[in-house]
């Protein structure tokens, strides 16, 4: 299994980085390779993410430990294509400086050991995109949306660089 723990503060009450993160059908808004999250009962959840290869795989989770603006653990269940487990760890940070969200997962790469390297390869590494994951999430809660750049992997701005910002159309400069 492949175990990846990463940390953000976010600059939000626990309670709201909590409730928003409870709503699962969100993950998908800041986490770029999950297609989408439907609830499926209070407990139980189906995922569809996207795979190396162009490929997607599906799996449903319960939530197995839940206490309200500390914790929210959940696995697997038996039978789906991929095996995971994990929990989100939410606590003031010092000072009151936000929330510290704490992410614990495990899982079976898809393919295994030979799936895992390709996804390495690919730039796809597990730990990364979790950091990229949170760093997302960060940006939706504090402020709203998840900015996007050219170098961005969601990046849409045609033209746009930290450098040269976005410019008008033709048809509208004078």
């Known amino acids: 299994m492949i175990h990846v723990t990463k940390g953000v503060t976010v600059?939000?009450?626990r309670a709201e980085v909590y409730q928003f993160w409870r709503q699962l059908e969100r993950l998908p808004s800041f986490m770029?390779?999950?297609?989408s999250v439907t609830a499926v009962s209070a407990n139980r959840s189906h995922w569809i993410a996207k795979a190396p290869g162009g490929t997607d795989v599906e799996w449903d989770?319960?939530?197995?430990?839940?206490?309200?603006?500390?914790?929210?653990?959940?696995?697997?269940?038996?039978?789906?294509?991929?095996?995971?487990e994990g929990s989100v760890r939410f606590k003031d940070a010092p000072a009151d400086?936000?929330?510290?969200v704490h992410v614990e997962l495990s899982y079976d790469?898809?393919?295994?050991?030979?799936?895992?390297?390709?996804?390495?390869?690919?730039?796809?590494?597990?730990?990364?995109q979790?950091?990229?994951?949170l760093r997302r999430f960060k940006q939706v809660?504090?402020?709203g949306e998840v900015v996007l750049s050219?170098?961005?992997?969601?990046?849409?701005?045609?033209?746009?660089?930290?450098?040269?910002?976005?410019q008008a159309p033709a048809a509208v400069r004078s």
């Not at 989770?61 to 095996?83: C, F, H, P, T």
């Not at 400086?97 to 510290?100: S, V």
């Not at 979790?130 to 994951?133: A, E, F, G, P, Q």
């Open 11 to 13: 600059m939000k009450p």
């Open 32 to 35: 770029i390779h999950l297609q």
């Open 61 to 84: 989770a319960d939530i197995v430990a839940e206490r309200d603006n500390e914790l929210l653990s959940w696995k697997s269940v038996e039978g789906s294509e991929i095996q995971n």
């Open 97 to 100: 400086r936000g929330t510290e």
């Open 109 to 128: 790469a898809p393919g295994g050991a030979a799936g895992a390297a390709m996804a390495k390869w690919f730039g796809e590494e597990p730990s990364q």
């Open 130 to 133: 979790l950091t990229d994951d």
């Open 141 to 143: 809660m504090e402020t």
């Open 150 to 166: 050219e170098g961005s992997l969601m990046g849409t701005g045609e033209g746009m660089t930290a450098e040269r910002p976005a």
